[in-house]
T-cell receptor, first 111, second 111 residues
Framework: DADVTQTPRNRITKTGKRIMLECSQTKGHDRMYWYRQDPGLGLRLIYYSFDVKDINKGEISDGYSVSRQAQAKFSLSLESAIPNQTALYFC??????????FGSGTQLSVL | GEDVEQSLFLSVREGDSSVINCTYTDSSSTYLYWYKQEPGAGLQLLTYIFSNMDMKQDQRLTVLLNKKDKHLSLRIADTQTGDSAIYFCAEVTGGSYIPTFGRGTSLIVHP
């Protein structure tokens, strides 16, 4: 089983819909992150959390929200999806040495 | 400007050496990483180097760090078709503890 699991793997939705992407981990790491990947732009940080009661905005948090339900779970929500949120979304975890472990990604398409 | 810069593409012949370059701007970087992303997958940590090191070798991989020029390189010896992937450079600074990624270099290995 994967250490960092993202669901769903693929999602197609319409403009204005609310979407939740889920991430769970079995690595026992305190830190969790959400990134989006766009071709030619690399990875950009959306939100991160250093423990259950800690939530921090990344460089592109507008239009997104997160919830850290437990040490092992970190979900990303798009309250009202728009087409420029079409991207590949990655969840990652780390312990204090900052080496990240990534999930397999969720490809989101907003029509 | 970008904190971490990489060229977007590199094409090499199978059996040759590949050298992927990265420049960064923050002189307080503590860790520098190379991640590999294969098609349809998340990023996987390939190797990393502490800022107090100049070189690190791991089998076919050699990482060189020039702190004066803020330049990091990844050399892959005897490049194989299985090395075709996107390679991301990332840095962590002492202040933020959050990895910052470059845009990624697509390595194409042809026979």
């Amino acid at each position: 089983d994967a250490d960092v699991t993202q669901t769903p793997r693929n999602r197609i939705t319409k403009t204005g819909k609310r979407i939740m992407l889920e991430c769970s981990q079995t690595k026992g790491h305190d830190r969790m992150y959400w990134y989006r990947q766009d071709p030619g732009l690399g990875l950009r940080l959306i939100y991160y959390s250093f423990d259950v009661k800690d939530i921090n905005k990344g460089e592109i948090s507008d239009g997104y929200s997160v919830s850290r339900q437990a040490q092992a779970k970190f979900s990303l929500s798009l309250e009202s999806a728009i087409p420029n949120q079409t991207a590949l979304y990655f969840c990652a975890t780390s312990q204090t040495n900052e080496k990240l472990f990534f999930g397999s990604g969720t490809q989101l398409s907003v029509l | 400007g970008e904190d971490v810069e990489q060229s977007l593409f590199l094409s090499v012949r199978e059996g040759d050496s590949s050298v992927i370059n990265c420049t960064y701007t923050d002189s307080s970087s503590t860790y520098l990483y190379w991640y590999k992303q294969e098609p349809g997958a998340g990023l996987q940590l390939l190797t990393y180097i502490f800022s107090n090191m100049d070189m690190k070798q791991d089998q076919r991989l050699t990482v060189l760090l020039n702190k004066k020029d803020k330049h990091l390189s990844l050399r892959i010896a005897d490049t194989q078709t299985g090395d075709s992937a996107i390679y991301f450079c990332a840095e962590v600074t002492g202040g933020s503890y959050i990895p910052t990624f470059g845009r990624g270099t697509s390595l194409i290995v042809h026979p």
